[in-house]
């Protein structure tokens, strides 16, 4: 009589069951080598204890942003940030995040900037700080700006440009960009926005035209800096 071995399935492993996250089941998790595992909070929803198969620890939390599910690493557990710390953060980041905020995000663009550095993609409040600290040229009197130019140019940097584009890089901001700003406001503000225009037009165009694979003149700090008239002082 013939035989026939016949392999038997592999059996499936249930999910393990994990206790609820507290101050001591935290101080005790331990890694798995069937794999990553969480923890979950059950008094602040989306907080949970990340716990590697090395045994390493962390607080995540998670949320939805717009119909997504994110992740945002709070930092790795230890002494000084337990369940109580890591609750406040949570809480806190959870009322942003109502607000509109997005915590994971915001780590990851902040990762980006800090590896931009000051490069052509240094973001604009950066260059603009570059500028205002660079020397201006003098005028026909032979004197730089008055104080009151150098304020009124600032009351405009914090009130107009910081909130459009203090977090945009300058290779995010064209040319039209700046005119769709500037030009609506241009007669009401002349002289300050007359120094803007002049600075930063040129600029932007020589960066467009070395994108477009022509050459772009240098520009820094220094030779950032705007003529300007006796009447514009």
């Known amino acids: 009589m013939l035989e026939v071995a016949i392999d038997a399935p592999a059996p499936v492993k249930k999910p393990k069951r994990r206790p609820s996250l507290t101050k001591e089941t935290a101080a005790a998790a331990?890694?798995?080598p069937d794999g990553r595992y969480e923890l979950r909070d059950k008094k602040v929803?989306?907080?949970?204890?990340?716990?590697q198969t090395s045994g390493q620890r962390s607080w995540v939390l998670r949320y939805t942003r717009l119909g997504k599910d994110r992740k945002w690493t709070i930092g790795e557990y230890s002494e000084t940030l337990g369940l109580e710390k890591a609750r406040d953060i949570a809480s806190k980041e959870k009322l942003r995040i109502v607000t509109g905020a997005d915590p994971a995000a915001e780590k990851v663009e902040a990762r980006r900037i800090a590896a931009a550095g000051t490069a052509k993609d240094q973001l604009f409040a950066t260059a603009w700080a570059d500028w205002e600290n660079a020397p201006k040229p003098k005028a026909r009197n032979g004197a730089g700006w008055r104080p009151s130019t150098t304020d009124r140019v600032k009351k405009l940097y914090v009130k107009t440009l910081e909130a459009k584009w203090g977090k945009r890089r300058?290779?995010?901001?064209?040319?039209a960009d700046v005119s769709a700003l500037i030009?609506?406001?241009a007669k009401?503000?002349?002289?300050?926005?007359?120094?803007?225009?002049q600075q930063w037009l040129p600029l932007l165009e020589?960066?467009?035209?070395?994108?477009?694979?022509?050459?772009?003149?240098?520009?820094s700090a220094s030779t950032m800096a705007v003529p300007t008239s006796s009447g514009s002082r």
């Open 188 to 197: 009401k503000y002349w002289p300050e926005f007359v120094l803007v225009r």
């Open 170 to 175: 300058l290779d995010e901001i064209s040319k």
């Open 30 to 32: 331990k890694g798995d």
């Open 206 to 219: 020589g960066r467009e035209v070395a994108q477009a694979g022509g050459a772009a003149p240098a520009a």
């Open 45 to 51: 929803m989306g907080l949970r204890l990340a716990v």
């Open 183 to 185: 030009d609506p406001v």
